[in-house]
């Protein structure tokens, strides 16, 4: 079983930073992607930030220049630093992961519980 471990989380004043980290566990033949979505009350879950295996990056529009994900090899955590964050940032954030579990299986996507973040004066 894959379990994803998400930390970081907090409030933070407007123009504040924090850095959340994703600690995956479990047997892994392979991860195609990883990043994380963020849900806020009463709206849809978005994508905020992803990585591929190759290390391709790919950012919310409404993110760009201020979140920076990036992934540590050895160990497959990957990490959301996040800058000049604003109220509207307010969300619980999801980690996710793309990958198989051998060889032989398919593909499959795995979550983490969530880590709130809320950005408030």
């Known amino acids: 079983q894959v379990q994803l471990v998400e930390s970081g989380g907090g409030l933070v004043q407007p123009g504040g930073a924090l850095r959340l980290s994703c600690a995956p566990s479990?047997?892994?033949?392979?991860?195609?992607?990883m990043g994380w979505y963020r849900q806020a009350p009463g709206k849809e879950r978005e994508l905020v930030a992803s990585i591929t295996g190759d290390g391709s990056t790919n950012y919310a529009d409404s993110v760009k220049g201020r979140f920076a994900i990036a992934r540590n090899n050895a160990n497959n955590m990957v990490y959301l630093q996040m800058n000049s964050l604003k109220p509207e940032d307010t969300a619980a954030y999801y980690c996710y992961l793309v990958g198989r579990r051998t060889y032989y299986s398919g593909s499959g996507t795995y979550w983490g519980q969530g880590t709130q973040v809320t950005v408030s004066s």
């Open positions: 479990g047997s892994l033949f392979r991860i195609n992607a």
